[in-house]
């Protein structure tokens, strides 16, 4: 129907070369390494007068290498004085990136090394006021700020393409680690604490609070993080792994104060130390401010112990594992989880872990590998189990497979799968297309460019590092490629024999089950009791008195209006008053508009297109998320569902479908409705994927209902996950979704409602029907007519919805989980509006100055906020919070404390630069001319809310308080959480039961 056409028309779609010239002339961040392809350029960005074996500030330069793969050159040094370990990353990026990580290898599960990653960001020397790096989040344009605790390691990364701000934020890290503060009322605010219940009366019972203890309770809720937990500690027992690095709560319990001070001294030490710096900035600079004011003064001590490889076992081992109850389990009989895990290579043989990832990919990834195949398509369970596959974290490397969802009768037939599989594939090995789909995702992963690239790098490398691994040597990624090719040619039998060695013949693993248990909850808290009946018993009035007078002090510090003024800021000048304007070119292929951005793509063609599905029956639409769900997975032409997933992994980096649903800028009552699809090739591949979607539009095969229920059945597995793990997100969905049109049918589409849809679907086992309706939607929107795309290449190559409206909507759906996720969502205004600008900065002060505080620090929430969003919703939530209805009582405190506006100009200029950190933030060349294709603003638009940020004042910010937020029409309010007395009580709430 005329789709051969167009996709042969957009293949030969050719844009003039002179453009390249003028859109670099334009483009502040041409940085996206167009370097690449030229061989011959050598990287010398920031480092040009260096060389081997000189000294500079203290470090002596060790090696300059170049990896002209990754188009860059990296240099390592390493500090004489105190022996720090540096990697420089010189290339031509604007967003630069620090990190400083220091092996961290705890003896006991008390989360003393993340409690510490916590305190550290507290206060320092130089900056004592409380919660330095919190305080920074708002006077910065970074475009990532984090710390994060891995089993051995933790590391402190940071990003901004602003030199100022990169200075800035260097000295505000470097400070934290080598000298913070660590004060008592730091450790009881993200440790853990005895606090009354009211805190301002001694009279009342005591209780646990703490950040950690409490952001550790949320993580134990998510069955699939203890599963992993439990496998880690048991495969890997006599080290640090056997221990629990984020803290198991009742042994978190056990830390005192002391001993995080202790592991501080001994672990954060610049000779145990290792920086990471990434991007076009000079490196003289680092090397200077970070010798001077930080490592100079440091005399070496021995490194933090080296983490031995875990002893091999002559035997197998089993263990069995309690968990709590699925509330999303489709068949309540069916919640039980097997795995087995392998202890397989050191991470130091970098080449070894370059094949098992490879290895992995070939056993599980896509309906082409022999896992998929006998495990999952029986649909014996709802999916693999989340820990399933390659993982090269820990100094043994491991690999973990096994489903979850299954009977408990179940258990030996899917131990049994799991042997039987790994012999068939010892026997025959793997196809050579298979072999060569996977080396082909390698190759375009390098080439594929991303804003994060310095960043993710510094990630991966970690690991490896920290056991002492030369980070260099792992990017040589094409050198490995030809050694593994080179491998297969010399030896049929290698990959066959690999799967003998590290599988069949290998007694080090280790089986998991995991079964809920109806007393889960009601043990842990039974504990938690008995440990605080115990800890009360032993405190004297004395003590007790104490304990108030402590938390006296702490409600004190918490609630003083710290100066912030030592700290380091950016200024309202910093921010570029231009913003970039991509050019952008617009052709009509046969009727269709295409898009197009020439852009230093690296040899990758980047195509996104949009259905519009606005004169699709309603009945049918309900059915459009599932239908994107399947679209690319369910066969296509002549191809079934395996040979169209090889196709597609052989010559792309993937096909997407997904829904659609864009606000116009001006008013929140019009939308766009559609599917957005897009995909990526090497540029040589370009016919195939056109080849490819034009399978998929002309003859979709929906008629394989085993397949279908194969997907569905996973899905509601995932979906079940991500609750657990993401619940304020389906809270503040679900909180707007009775406000506008489009929240209305994100709720459909993505929310709670959503979830319960799909899982009453795989309830009747029935997916005939199903299939029905998607033959109807794909005959419907499949169609030219409906669609408009773009391309980002180089040179060469609503009244329906507004019924739903209801004045207030309190919902509490009931999880049995210890922690709350809440929200509050009201109306807001949409993109073009003068009041959108204003709303988003008093999102930004009502965070930082009053929900943050509240939410996290007194509160003991993991977080909570404000947001203003295009879609017109101004949105409060909270995150693995111990209140509920408590927090909702502090969104509405929170618009009083606006309306007073007692916060001064800084407080606003923070705030703006809390939300230019995010529209700021670096776009890759595929990203180019989405904000215009996806959401219909142009760049003229984007310069004036650019500009309507800047001019915000304070009379702004109360008028748009009093307007949106003092008393709304409508609004709506959504907890995710325990049962609670008062929502089953009060009429007003409708509660649910999952
Ligand atoms: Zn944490």
Redesign the pocket.
């Known amino acids: 129907m005329g789709y051969s056409h167009l996709f042969n028309s957009l293949r030969s779609l050719k844009v003039p070369t002179t453009r390249l010239h003028k859109c670099f002339g334009v483009t502040k961040r041409a940085a996206y390494s167009v370097l690449a392809n030229t061989s011959e350029a050598r990287v010398h960005v920031g480092i040009n007068d260096l060389s081997v074996g000189s000294e500079y500030e203290g470090f002596q330069v060790k090696s300059i290498q170049e990896v002209q793969d990754l188009a860059l050159t990296a240099v390592r040094l390493s500090h004489l004085k105190t022996g720090a370990d540096y990697l420089h990353i010189a290339r031509e990026d604007s967003n630069n990136v620090f990190c400083v990580g220091f092996r961290t290898t705890p003896k006991d599960s008390t989360g003393v090394s993340?409690i510490l990653?916590?305190t550290v960001l507290c206060g320092s020397k130089q900056y004592p006021g409380r919660d330095p790096f919190f305080k920074m989040l708002n006077r910065s344009l970074s475009t990532f700020m984090n710390a994060m605790?891995g089993p051995d390691y933790t590391i402190y990364p940071f990003s901004s393409q602003n030199s100022k701000d990169f200075k800035n934020l260097l000295s505000v890290y470097l400070d934290a680690v080598f000298y913070p503060q660590l004060r008592e009322l730091d450790f009881l605010q993200e440790g853990w604490r005895l606090e009354n219940e009211n805190p301002l009366s001694q009279e009342t019972p005591l209780q646990f609070k703490g950040?950690?203890f409490n952001?550790m309770k949320g993580a134990f809720s998510d069955a699939s993080y203890g599963l992993n937990q439990h496998v880690m500690r048991n495969l890997l027992p006599s080290h640090t792994y056997g221990n629990c690095s984020?803290g198991d709560p009742p042994k978190i319990l056990d830390l005192t104060w002391q001993q995080l001070k202790d592991f501080h001294a001994k672990h954060y030490h610049p000779s145990n130390s290792r920086f990471y710096t990434y991007g076009n900035m000079p490196l003289k600079e680092h090397l200077q401010f970070i010798n001077q004011n930080y490592l100079k003064s440091f005399e070496k001590i021995a490194p933090s112990e080296e983490v031995p490889n875990e002893k091999r076992w002559s035997q197998p081992r089993r263990i069995n594992i309690e968990a709590r109850e699925d509330p999303f389990a489709t068949n309540p009989e069916k919640q039980t989880s097997a795995v087995v895990s392998y202890a397989l290579s050191d991470i130091n043989d970098l080449y070894e872990t370059f094949v098992l990832q490879i290895l992995g990919e070939l056993l599980t990834g896509g309906p082409n590998s022999p896992f998929y195949h006998n495990l999952l398509e029986p649909n014996i369970g709802t999916g693999y189990s989340p820990v399933t596959g390659f993982d090269s974290h820990t100094k043994d490397t491991t690999f973990t497979i096994g489903l979850q969802g299954i009977h408990s009768k179940d258990v030996d037939k899917v131990l049994g799968i799991i042997r039987s599989t790994f012999e068939e594939v010892a026997r025959t090995g793997f196809p050579a297309e298979r072999i060569e789909a996977v080396l082909h995702s390698i190759e375009l992963a390098v080439k594929h460019q991303t804003s994060n690239f310095g960043l993710s790098m510094a990630m991966n490398l970690t690991p490896l590092w920290n056991h002492g691994s030369d980070p260099v040597e792992a990017l040589y990624i094409n050198s490995k490629v030809e050694k593994f090719r080179q491998n297969l040619h010399e030896n049929p039998d290698y990959l066959k024999n690999k799967v003998r060695q590290y599988f069949i013949d290998n007694t080090h693993q280790l089986v998991a089950v995991m079964q809920p248990d109806k007393e889960f909850e009601t043990k842990l808290e039974q504990e938690e009791k008995s440990i605080l009946e115990a800890k009360c018993q032993s405190l004297s009035e004395e003590d007790k008195t104490l304990i108030f007078a402590k938390n006296q002090e702490l409600i004190a510090m918490q609630n003083n209006v710290n100066d912030t003024e030592c700290l380091p800021t950016l200024q309202l000048s910093d921010i570029s008053t231009q913003a970039e304007r991509v050019q952008l070119d617009t052709v009509k292929l046969l009727g269709v508009p295409v898009q197009v951005a020439v852009q230093p793509t690296n040899g990758i063609t980047y195509f996104h297109g949009v259905l519009n599905t606005s004169g699709l029956p309603e009945k049918l639409k309900i059915h459009l998320p599932l239908f994107c769900m399947a679209a690319t997975k369910m066969g296509a032409g002549d191809m079934d569902y395996r040979q169209l997933d090889q196709q597609i992994e052989h010559k792309t980096g993937g096909l997407s479908f997904g829904l659609h649903l864009t606000e116009g800028p001006g008013s929140v009552q019009s939308y766009e409705q559609g599917i957005a699809f897009s995909s990526h090739c090497l540029d040589r591949n370009l016919p195939d994927m056109f080849q490819l979607w034009q399978s998929i539009f002309n003859r979709l095969r929906l008629v394989d209902e085993n397949r279908l229920e194969t997907l569905i059945r996973n899905l509601v597995g995932d979906l079940g996950n991500s609750l657990t793990h993401s619940g304020h997100h389906f809270a503040m969905t679900h909180a707007g979704s009775s406000l506008t049109p489009t929240a209305h049918l994100k709720e459909l589409d993505e929310g709670v409602t959503y979830i319960r849809r799909v899982k009453a679907i795989a309830e009747t086992n029935q997916f005939e029907p199903l299939l029905e309706c998607m033959h109807e939607i794909a005959k419907h929107v499949l169609v030219k007519n409906n669609m408009r795309c773009a391309l980002n290449m180089t040179a060469d190559s609503q009244e329906e919805a507004t019924k739903h409206l209801e004045a207030v909507q309190r919902t509490h759906y009931v999880l049995p989980v210890p922690v709350n996720f809440t929200s509050k969502v009201v109306p807001g205004a949409p993109y073009l509006s003068s009041d959108f600008a204003p709303l988003r900065v008093l999102a930004g002060i009502m965070s930082s100055k009053f929900l943050h505080p509240e939410i996290r620090e007194k509160g003991g929430a993991?977080g909570g906020g404000a947001a203003a969003s295009a879609t017109g919703l101004f949105s409060f939530y909270s995150y693995r919070d111990p209140k509920s209805l408590e927090t909702v009582d502090t969104f509405d405190r929170a618009v009083e404390w606006a309306l007073k506006a007692n916060y001064n100009e800084e407080a606003i200029k923070e705030a703006k630069l809390r939300v230019f950190q995010k529209i700021d933030a670096p776009t890759p060349p595929s990203g180019k001319g989405m904000r215009l294709f996806l959401s219909h603003i142009s760049d003229e638009q984007f310069a004036a809310q650019r500009q309507q940020l800047i001019d915000v004042t304070k009379d702004d910010l109360v008028r748009v308080c009093q307007d949106y937020l003092r008393q709304p029409a409508v609004h709506g309010v959504t907890i995710i959480g325990p049962p609670n007395d008062i929502t089953t009580r009060d009429p007003s709430w409708n509660v649910e039961f999952s």
């Open positions: 993340h990653e916590h605790t950040v950690v952001e984020g993991y």
